[in-house]
């Protein structure tokens, strides 16, 4: 029988306090995807997935079509009839196939599952993810957003930058951010993709390679902590919601438990900061808009 939780994320439940609930949260997860999860991503306009690059960094991106385009075509299997947009590592990183995280999110009724396994792209482009962990979410420091209209041409107006270190305006972008999403990973465990929220200003950029943002209560089984316990590498993306556009962090994560740390942010649990290797900008590439709606309840200081 494979282990629930592997060393990383057992280590952090014990240093929280939370082996117990860990344990009872645990058994929610699955290796098939169930009748009313498959109907979810039927439903769902798009996804976020965690991949790894030939040099072993990971990255995050947002897959996007037309609500079917997530087609579960057995109990353990999602067909995914969609291409990584063109500037995007996981266009390349698919190429060899390999194991991804996956996060399907619902912004608007704050609904999220995660489906984690292989992924393998077929000769007529179809990406195919079998699971290894499918488990459902809670609906916390998700801002209630709802996407609006979906543009069918692509942008004439894309473009792809590439830099060692955000510029001034990708610091503004990422410090009135109030959503974000981070990819992970462990040598057993295998990869995984997952949210974070809080008000604008919850993360906080300390100089263009380094970043800062505090850990919230959530449940309390530590995937995202306890791959980087285990392998700092992770990746992060910011969506720019208005206009389509994508900001994806590659770098390494700490993890710091410092009590006088925390206290600047109030509300958190620990703080994560984060070193950045290579940034990557692509404008104007998500076919979707959303329109605000309210910020969580669940956010400090909200």
């Known amino acids: 029988m494979v282990p629930v939780y592997h060393s990383g994320e057992l280590a952090i439940q014990a240093r929280a306090g939370r082996r117990d609930m860990a344990d009872r949260v645990g058994k929610s997860i699955r290796s098939t995807i169930p009748l009313a999860a498959q109907e979810f991503l039927r439903s769902q306009p798009m996804a976020i997935l965690g991949s790894i690059d030939p040099a072993g960094r990971l990255w995050a991106s947002m897959l996007t079509g037309a609500p079917g385009f997530m087609q579960p075509v057995d109990g353990s299997t999602v067909r995914i009839d969609t291409s990584p947009a063109l500037g995007d590592p996981l266009r390349e990183n698919l190429t060899v196939g390999g194991q991804v995280g996956m996060l399907v999110i619902d ?103 380094l970043i800062v943002w505090p850990d919230y209560a959530g449940n309390m089984m530590f995937q995202t902590l306890g791959n980087i316990a285990a392998d700092p590498h992770a990746g992060l993306l910011f969506i720019d919601f208005e206009n389509g556009s994508t900001l994806q962090l590659t770098g390494r994560a700490r993890l710091i438990w410092d009590t006088d740390r925390m206290a600047e942010f109030p509300g958190s649990q620990r703080i994560i900061e984060f070193d950045i290797d290579e940034v990557v900008e692509v404008t104007a590439t998500i076919p979707l808009r959303w329109r605000f709606i309210e910020f969580s309840p669940f956010n400090p200081g909200g």
């Open 107 to 209: 912004l608007a009724t704050r609904r999220r599952m995660r489906l984690n396994g292989m992924a393998e792209t077929q000769s007529d482009g179809l990406i195919r993810v079998h699971a290894r962990q499918v488990y459902a979410n809670c609906p916390k420091y998700i801002q209630m957003r709802e996407w609006v209209n979906r543009n069918t041409k692509p942008s004439t107006a894309r473009t792809v930058r590439r830099e060692p270190s955000l510029t001034e305006r990708q610091q503004r972008w990422i410090g009135e951010a109030d959503t974000f999403f981070i990819a992970s990973g462990h040598p057993d465990g295998g990869l995984d993709a997952s949210h974070r929220g809080g008000n604008p200003g919850f993360v906080r950029v300390l100089n263009p390679r």
